[in-house]
């Protein structure tokens, strides 16, 4: 069985933060990843508000953080899942999804959110074909196309920006009755000429090999329309990646999001948890703050 201080699971802002913080104090570590490196961070089309960069794309911040990482002699394992996990005495034992096992001092779950899936006819065998997550990865299929966003948040405002450049047209559906992105998106999103639809319900996706168009009513008079578009991106919410830290009998709320304390405390002690997982202010550089406080948390509870 392999061993270390901290097994930290997920290498998105908050996990490879806290590894580079646990390096810097000597500590073993085990950074350990089910898809790639880099998180929602790497998805992002464009960030502007991490202190001391003015603008830069997402998977460019996400692969800087990596390179530091690398820089002193740090890696994310990735494609491993964890299948189990329990506390065997003073120790924390994981089982990974290729057989093997990993027993640690203390872990750290940073596992992130997984996007919530449009629940409506025609959403799920469209999947792929149409339905997307991501339009920095998928939006460039659509070029000249029209198309539509579903979430009026920050992540659906700015990918509706991003897909408004190389898109013929773009629509964006909100559940509610205003946008809820920063103000500072507003007047981008009326001088890319992006149609908004507020209160507004998307309630089937239209089309048989591929997404040809969407029916949404109107929430206060129950009108109903169509439109034509031959993709939707979707960005109406997130579901905590919580799995492992229920498994070690971790506290959450009603959610499932972890809870922590001051310190990113959970529950169980030698357990902390940091990024999106707990819940909190979705941001890049909210999760790379936690990430440092619980690696610090995990070195205390070491030490003592």
């Not at 790497?42 to 998977?59: H, R, T």
């Not at 920063?182 to 149609?195: G, I, M, P, S």
């Not at 948890?273 to 070195?299: H, L, M, R």
Request: charged letters at 25%; aromatic letters at 6%; hydrophobic letters at 40%.
């Amino acid at each position: 069985m392999d061993s270390a201080d901290i097994a930290i699971i997920g290498a998105g802002p908050a996990g490879m933060t806290a590894a580079i913080y646990a390096l810097r104090k000597n500590l073993s570590i085990r950074l350990l990843e089910k898809k790639m490196a880099g998180g929602y961070t790497a998805d992002s089309v464009l960030i502007e508000n991490y202190p001391g960069i003015k603008k830069i794309k997402g998977i460019e911040l996400a692969m800087k953080i990596q390179n530091h990482l690398s820089s002193i002699g740090g890696n994310a394992e990735e494609g491993l899942e964890i299948i189990k996990a329990e506390k065997k005495g003073e120790t924390f034992s994981l089982t990974l999804n290729n057989g093997k096992q990993i027993e640690a001092k203390s872990i750290i779950i940073a596992s992130g959110t997984t996007h919530k899936t449009l629940n409506v006819p025609g959403a799920e065998k469209l999947e792929g074909k149409g339905i997307h997550y991501c339009a920095t990865c998928d939006g460039p299929l659509y070029k000249g196309k029209v198309v539509g966003v579903i979430g009026g948040g920050n992540s659906g405002v700015t990918n509706a920006l991003f897909l408004a450049d190389i898109c013929k047209k773009v629509y964006l559906f909100e559940f509610g009755e205003s946008i809820r992105a920063d103000e500072v998106y507003h007047e981008k999103l009326r001088e890319a000429e992006v149609e908004i639809h507020t209160n507004t319900e998307v309630f089937e996706v239209l089309g048989e090999e591929k997404v040809s168009g969407v029916k949404f009513r109107d929430r206060k008079s129950g009108e109903k329309k169509e439109v034509c578009l031959e993709a939707v991106f979707v960005y109406i919410g997130l579901i905590p990646n919580s799995s492992t830290a229920k498994q070690l009998g971790c506290e959450t709320d009603e959610r499932g999001f972890v809870k922590t304390g001051q310190w990113m405390k959970t529950s169980v002690q030698g357990v902390f948890a940091a990024g999106d997982i707990t819940g909190g202010f979705a941001q890049t550089i909210v999760a790379c703050g936690q990430g440092a406080i619980a690696s610090e948390s995990a070195y205390r509870f070491i030490k003592s």
